[in-house]
């Protein structure tokens, strides 16, 4: 085994998933991180927390015309469609 893979903690081997679904973000990222570190629903809570204070800031700046737009769009996720999508904005 070279140096590279001597911290491993999978033998050195690439930590993969497999494609489940929409869930191309979850992957991604526990690919990433070599490991099953987030789930969808982790993933999802922290769209859910960043679409919360997203609203806020653009409550601040409220005159904009961008915060206009962004408010007018309602209650749904800037950050995680219905289908499991995650943006990466």
Do not use: W
């Amino acid at each position: 085994m070279d140096a590279a893979g001597a911290g491993a903690s999978n033998g050195g081997l690439l930590y993969h998933e497999v494609q489940e679904g929409k869930l191309c973000a979850v992957h991604c990222v526990n690919t990433a991180l070599q490991g099953p570190f987030f789930s969808e629903f982790d993933l999802a809570a922290l769209a859910a927390d960043l679409d919360q204070r997203e609203r806020q800031v653009m409550l601040q700046g409220a005159a904009t015309v961008a915060a206009g737009d962004f408010l007018a769009e309602g209650e749904g996720s800037h950050n995680v469609s219905l289908g499991g999508d995650f943006s990466i904005q």
